[in-house]
């Protein structure tokens, strides 16, 4: 499950870290092939990932992903949607 949850920051940040060292360096077309070859191996660690868990593995990451990545709703987000006076529906 290793790889099914850590091949999203591992292609897309070794990506972007080979596009700021090209920038940097401007040796663009060797960081260009570099950041390709990291996030083409990020695909390859989520297909192994897949293989090794297996159905039940790959729910489990997917919820564990979902509980990871879903944004809490507080309460002063609830507040600030429907304390718009302008907002049609309300009543001034």
Not at 12 to 27: D, E, H, P, V, Y
Not at 47 to 68: D, I, N, P, T, Y
């Amino acid at each position: 499950m290793f790889f099914l949850i850590f091949n999203f920051p591992f292609g897309i940040g070794g990506a972007a870290i080979c596009a700021g060292l090209a920038a940097k360096t401007g040796r663009v077309a060797f960081y260009s092939t570099m950041g390709t070859a990291i996030y083409g191996l990020s695909w390859a660690m989520f297909g192994l990932g897949a293989l090794l868990a297996g159905k039940e593995g790959v729910a489990l990451s997917k919820q564990l992903m979902r509980r990871l990545w879903q944004r809490k709703k507080t309460e002063s987000d609830k507040s600030s949607v429907t304390s718009d006076p302008s907002s049609p529906g309300q009543d001034q």
